[in-house]
């Protein structure tokens, strides 16, 4: 059973930075594309990053320049570097292993940036 648990989310002020991390168990991780996911209130999730195992990278237009995916696969562990975050990041991120279906989710972190 595929199990993430997300954390380094917080309150931050607009311009500041965040590192979020996910550690996942009950996958072969180091073969998975992981990514991370968003949610504002009311609002639908949406892709802001994902990561191969070899660490190829992909990131929405919307983060791109200040957010970076990176993985420690010894650690089965997924991050996001948040820089420059701006009062529109403000959501709830969760992990996610991109190739399964339905995407498991874990219980989130959640990111709120102040203007």
């Known amino acids: 059973q595929v199990q993430l648990v997300e954390s380094g989310g917080g309150l931050v002020q607009a311009g500041g930075s965040l590192r979020l991390s996910c550690v996942a168990s009950?996958?072969?991780?180091?073969?998975?594309?992981m990514g991370w996911y968003r949610q504002t209130p009311g609002g639908q999730r949406e892709l802001v990053a994902d990561?191969?195992?070899?660490?190829?990278?992909n990131y929405a237009d919307s983060v791109k320049g200040r957010f970076t995916i990176s993985r420690d696969n010894a650690k089965n562990t997924v991050y996001l570097q948040m820089n420059s975050l701006r009062p529109e990041d403000t959501a709830v991120y969760y992990c996610?292993?991109?190739?399964?279906?339905?995407?498991?989710w874990g219980q989130g972190t959640q990111v709120i940036v102040s203007s």
């Open positions: 996610t292993v991109m190739a399964l279906r339905p995407l498991p």
């Open positions: 990561i191969t195992g070899r660490g190829a990278t």
């Open positions: 009950g996958i072969m991780f180091s073969i998975n594309v």
